[in-house]
């Protein structure tokens, strides 16, 4: 059976495997850092060009993360040394910023956790660098509207089988790979926390969504199989058959009558192209 607990001043902000449910502060603190990942991921569509490498887009991100009153929630985070991660092409996340130049034709993302005033704001976007082939384009379209189908089903009385199985059923349809090794989370205080935000499923299935649950939803999908494969840096994950690989994410919080979603775009910059 699915544990929820109800956060108060004094229940201790740590990893619990009980759901928490969050109240108005809650969603005071998520409505600021979350304010601050769309920003920062606004900022970086005039960045990803082609030529920057991607430390030159950690670097922005860690300036902007810190100027927005915040800090980079990843710097330090089980020894991982960067202020987002950047996935390109066949990466399917937890790409490392480096020396790599992005070069026309590649897809990207990007993922930002600033944390501010103990609040995680968690979200990540595709860009296009110049000219992308149209059948990566499509992957990227196909990736968003899953994220969104994922969104439409984030409602109290729904479980989180009805968001994964509106993610998979659409992308399946589309002959993509949904991604089974990693998922959304729980997350407010905590970075990672329960529950698990599997992108597939069955309706009706899974926890119940309840007001105040706080959570991300990051679907990855692949032109080809689902199948991951680790680099040897232990961080970056690539899809077995080397096809390409989508993701956006976005952290949102149940309401009375719906979701929230704390990292929208501020300036509308939902999905790519971003001019
Ligand atoms: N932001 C990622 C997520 O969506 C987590 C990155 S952890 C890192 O959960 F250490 F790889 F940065
Ligand atoms: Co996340
Ligand atoms: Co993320």
Redesign the pocket.
Same mark, same amino acid.
Request: aromatic share 6%; with cysteine; glycine share 12%.
């Given at each position: 059976m699915t544990e929820y607990m109800t956060m108060t001043a004094d229940t201790p902000p740590t990893r619990s495997t009980a759901i928490k449910l969050y109240d108005e502060s809650g969603f005071a603190g998520m409505r600021r850092a979350g304010r601050l990942a769309a920003e920062i991921l606004d900022a970086l569509a005039a960045h990803v060009v082609p030529g920057v490498t991607t430390e030159e887009i950690d670097d922005i991100v860690r300036r902007m993360t810190i100027e927005g009153g915040g800090a980079p929630a990843?710097l330090g !985070?089980?020894g !991982?040394t %960067?202020s987002c991660?950047t996935s390109i092409n066949n990466v399917i996340c937890?790409g490392i910023p480096g020396d790599r130049e992005l070069k026309e034709g590649d897809i990207v993302n990007i /993922?930002v956790?600033p944390l501010v005033d103990g609040w995680h704001g /968690?979200s990540?976007r595709m860009y296009l660098v110049g000219d992308v082939p149209i059948k990566a384009r499509r992957l990227v379209d196909v990736t968003y509207e899953c994220l969104m189908l994922g969104i439409e089903q984030a409602k109290p009385g729904n479980h989180l089988g009805d968001i994964g199985h509106a993610i998979q059923k659409y992308a399946e349809k589309h002959r993509y790979g949904v991604v089974r090794d990693f998922c959304g989370?729980g997350l407010g205080q905590v970075f %990672?926390d329960a529950p698990e935000v599997v992108h597939l499923g069955i309706p009706g299935t899974g926890p119940e969504l309840r007001p105040g649950m706080f959570f991300?939803i $990051?679907p990855m999908i692949n032109i080809g199989k689902p199948g991951v494969r680790m680099m040897e840096d232990g961080?970056t994950a690539v899809t077995r058959d080397r096809s390409l690989s989508a993701q956006f $994410?976005h952290s949102i919080g149940i309401t009375e009558t719906g979701c929230e979603i704390f990292t929208e775009s501020p300036a509308g910059l939902h999905r790519p192209p971003y001019y």
């Amino acid at each position: 059976m699915t544990e929820y607990m109800t956060m108060t001043a004094d229940t201790p902000p740590t990893r619990s495997t009980a759901i928490k449910l969050y109240d108005e502060s809650g969603f005071a603190g998520m409505r600021r850092a979350g304010r601050l990942a769309a920003e920062i991921l606004d900022a970086l569509a005039a960045h990803v060009v082609p030529g920057v490498t991607t430390e030159e887009i950690d670097d922005i991100v860690r300036r902007m993360t810190i100027e927005g009153g915040g800090a980079p929630a990843t710097l330090g !985070y089980r020894g !991982y040394t %960067h202020s987002c991660c950047t996935s390109i092409n066949n990466v399917i996340c937890h790409g490392i910023p480096g020396d790599r130049e992005l070069k026309e034709g590649d897809i990207v993302n990007i /993922d930002v956790t600033p944390l501010v005033d103990g609040w995680h704001g /968690d979200s990540s976007r595709m860009y296009l660098v110049g000219d992308v082939p149209i059948k990566a384009r499509r992957l990227v379209d196909v990736t968003y509207e899953c994220l969104m189908l994922g969104i439409e089903q984030a409602k109290p009385g729904n479980h989180l089988g009805d968001i994964g199985h509106a993610i998979q059923k659409y992308a399946e349809k589309h002959r993509y790979g949904v991604v089974r090794d990693f998922c959304g989370h729980g997350l407010g205080q905590v970075f %990672h926390d329960a529950p698990e935000v599997v992108h597939l499923g069955i309706p009706g299935t899974g926890p119940e969504l309840r007001p105040g649950m706080f959570f991300t939803i $990051e679907p990855m999908i692949n032109i080809g199989k689902p199948g991951v494969r680790m680099m040897e840096d232990g961080w970056t994950a690539v899809t077995r058959d080397r096809s390409l690989s989508a993701q956006f $994410e976005h952290s949102i919080g149940i309401t009375e009558t719906g979701c929230e979603i704390f990292t929208e775009s501020p300036a509308g910059l939902h999905r790519p192209p971003y001019y």
